[in-house]
């Protein structure tokens, strides 16, 4: 089993950048791929970016794809999620989520709390 909470967040001007980072308890963290979604209010949650176990694979979404980069130190059991180039539609509550590597939300295992993520034009 693993819990996983977030951290970071904030509020950005359009144009700037933040840094949200995942922090998982247990040792078993290594073995889960990680991956973050986003919920803008009034909005189904959606697939941001996904990191496999080993850090060495890695996916985003077509809207964050050139702006954000995922990635993970096993050893501090931290996935980063660093956001450039922000845009006011990145504001949404960020999740972390524990499971397979991919996008679907139906095989997450564990979910964080959520991290608010404010841009402002």
């Known amino acids: 089993q693993v819990h996983v909470v977030e951290s970071g967040g904030g509020l950005a001007q359009a144009g700037g950048s933040l840094s949200v980072s995942c922090a998982g308890s247990g040792r078993t963290f290594s073995n889960y791929a990680i991956t973050w979604f986003r919920q803008a209010p009034g909005k189904e949650r959606e697939f941001v970016a996904t990191v496999s176990r080993s850090g060495n694979v890695r996916s985003y979404a077509d809207s964050v794809k050139g702006r954000f980069t995922i990635s993970r130190d096993n050893g501090k059991n931290t996935v980063y999620l660093q956001m450039n180039s922000l845009k006011p539609e990145d504001t949404a509550v960020y999740y972390c989520?524990?499971?397979?590597?991919?996008?679907?939300?139906?095989?997450?295992?564990?979910w964080g709390q959520g991290t608010q993520v404010t841009v402002s034009s």
């Open positions: 989520a524990a499971g397979p590597y991919g996008s679907r939300q139906s095989l997450v295992e564990y």
